[in-house]
């Protein structure tokens, strides 16, 4: 670990990774296998922010270099569901691979052996597929992977893998993004302040920042790790975050930072994530084993258009909190002080395992450069949400992929998924 002063002022809480990796061609792979030796935690020097440094989080829909999975192997994730599970992650990088590199932790080599033979088999393209050798707890990527903030830069240089020197490629319409760099930050992932086992999953921010050479900010609030999912915000690029009071604010359950006021909460967003507008919601559909997160809830499509979930049956429990959201809504507004357009998103029937309600939603979907791929539950309703992203969705594929058994985990598509902005 090399710890750099100087870098955007005195004194810099940007910990820069120093290489110690192996990586190459397996023989008898077509896909690239890296191989990470795990990361010390960062010691940071002081107090700079990525937005101190003109660091800001990017849309979703941005161009990506790449889409960050986890290869499933929790057990308990998906009891007995495990091999249907491996199934759809196949469908799922058939999906987003022809637009840009998937990275696949992997926890050894026999598993990159398990996890190739189920993709290749799935029929996707294994040049477009990276196994990164490091040790997990779970897969759920979007809420431990690293979460990435992105600047302008003096220099320009083409956008390309540095490793394989593959471009990814980009939706019609977009332009391959020169003068930019991206950074990481780490938001200190504690298994939703639920589970005792996430010490593999919290080092996967410095494992990525090792592997991609890229500077690591450590999120702190008062001296203390400030702990965030990805899942848990939502944003349209341009400033504006949303989140919800069941997921940080609750005073008992699942408290992730005690102590921390609402007001916090947006000073620590706006310094880690550069955005300058943050609204809150009320809470999201139950049986979210993460309680709250934003990302079952509400997303934006475009910079002033979001999707809302809407439970139209009054006798369902989640009528109720979900009609709370639509009240509040009225009340947001964007950074520039404009009122964004809301789309509602129906909900599909309740789905229950061993009596227990699962949190299956059509928000929880993902957009990657070839497509928008979205979950389905053999419901009436799975046609209406595709029909609904279709027609905003105007510059990519909407794709539906069968979650039935990946909701099973108490999550689907964008859940497993993290984006690595080009």
Known sequence: MIKVKGFGGPSSHVVFPIAGFRFGFPKGREAVMLRANIMANPQSV??????GLGYSVPAEWKPHAATWLAWPHHEADWPGKMEAVRWVYGEMV???SPGEIVRILVRHQAEQTLAASYLKRAGCNLKQVEFVVHPTNRGWMRDSGPIFVRRKRAASVPLA?????????LPAGCQQH???????????????????????????????????????????FNGKNFVIEGGGIEVNGRGTLLTTEECYLHPKIQVRNPGLTRAQYNETFQKYLGVK????????????????????ICRFVNRKTLVLIRETNRKDINHR????????????RLEDGSKPEVVPLPMPAPLYFNGRRLPASYANFYISNACVIVPTFNDPNDRIALGVLGELFKDRLVVGIHAVDLVLGSGSLHCLTQQQPA
């Open 277 to 296: 507008n943050v609204f809150w919601l009320r809470k999201g559909p139950d049986g979210d084993d993460t309680h709250g997160h934003i990302d079952d």
């Open 178 to 220: 020169v003068g930019i760099e991206t950074a990481i930050v780490h938001f200190h992932f504690n298994a939703w302040a639920k589970y005792d086992d996430w010490q593999k999953d919290t080092k996967i921010p410095e494992t990525a920042a090792k592997l991609l050479k890229k500077p690591l900010f450590d999120a702190q």
């Open 161 to 169: 893998d540095q490793y394989t020197r593959r471009k990814s490629v």
């Open 321 to 332: 909190p979900l009609a709370e959201n639509w009240e509040r809504i009225k009340d947001l």
């Open 46 to 51: 002081n107090t700079s922010t990525p937005a």
């Open 94 to 96: 058939r999906k987003i």
